[in-house]
């Protein structure tokens, strides 16, 4: 089983070194690793891996049976033999990205959901660009510059971000209805771990985040369209 050592509060962390668990031309498993694996509506890491004598560039990382595979792009030299010592580096610029870009999303979401009794159907994070689905909700152009003012006054701010994983029950007593789909979560999952910002939202996520809103920046909403009954989708950028 690979060690995720981004979690609890770690996900700053971009070089590290592991240990070979399995190779092949396709994918390399390490015992540990600070990749993030593809999930929960934010992709998957990019970076590198390096080794005496070789070097793989990773694209992909997808979590499978309890372990991560981290899909090769493209190497050079031999593959490592289980047991060897790999350098990892994960693209700094690109996982910085990821992390604003995620707590953005928690902040709309908490905002959405206290001015709209609307709750996050669905969402999909990505380094430039990024999604959230509503419901019920059906915005109107003053609604999406009510939310996004009131999301950017919460960012200015500068709450401070915690990560720590919390016993289950305590989650289930202490988050808001509506903000986290826990019914989705195994009851087998326990503790959670939560992403908690202060005195404004807390959740239970298993992505990358900033550690104080000020560095999120400025959200943006660039569109909002329907996508069915009582469903809205607002697509938003950082600057």
């Known amino acids: 089983m690979t060690e995720l050592l981004y979690l609890p509060a770690d996900d700053g962390t971009t070089e590290f070194t592991a240990t070979v668990t399995e190779?092949?031309?396709e994918y390399i498993i390490l015992d540990s690793t600070y990749f993030y694996p593809e999930g929960g509506g934010q992709p998957p890491d990019h970076g590198t891996l390096s080794w005496?004598?070789?070097?793989?560039?990773?694209?992909?990382?997808?979590?499978n049976h309890g372990d991560v595979r981290h899909y090769i792009d493209s190497f050079?030299?031999?593959?490592?033999?289980?047991g060897t010592s790999v350098e990892g580096e994960i693209d700094a610029k690109r996982r910085e990205n990821l992390r604003r870009m995620h707590t953005a999303q928690h902040v709309l979401s908490r905002i959405v959901?206290?001015?709209?009794d609307a709750t996050t159907a669905g969402n999909q994070i990505q380094p430039d660009r990024s999604r959230i689905d509503f419901e019920p909700a059906e915005f109107d152009t003053e609604d999406?510059?009510?939310?996004?003012r009131?999301?950017?006054?919460?960012?200015?701010?500068?709450?401070?971000?915690?990560?720590?994983?919390?016993?289950?029950?305590?989650?289930?007593?202490?988050?808001?209805e509506g903000r986290a789909l826990l019914n989705l979560i195994p009851?087998?999952?326990?503790?959670?771990?939560?992403?908690?910002?202060?005195?404004?939202?807390?959740?239970?996520?298993?992505?990358?985040?900033?550690d104080s809103l000020g560095d999120v920046?400025?959200?943006?909403?660039?569109?909002?369209?329907?996508?069915?009954?009582?469903?809205?989708r607002i697509e938003f950028v950082l600057a």
Request: net charge negative.
């Open 150 to 176: 009131l999301s950017n006054e919460a960012i200015d701010q500068d709450y401070g971000v915690t990560k720590a994983n919390r016993p289950r029950e305590e989650v289930e007593r202490e988050v808001d």
């Open 144 to 148: 999406i510059d009510r939310i996004e």
């Open 52 to 63: 005496d004598g070789g070097q793989a560039s990773i694209t992909d990382a997808r979590k």
């Open 23 to 25: 190779a092949t031309e």
């Open 113 to 116: 959901l206290d001015e709209y």
């Open 217 to 232: 920046g400025h959200i943006d909403i660039i569109n909002r369209t329907s996508k069915g009954e009582d469903v809205d």
């Open 187 to 210: 009851d087998s999952v326990d503790p959670l771990r939560v992403v908690e910002i202060e005195a404004f939202d807390m959740c239970p996520c298993g992505g990358t985040h900033v």
């Open 76 to 82: 050079s030299g031999d593959l490592p033999a289980k």
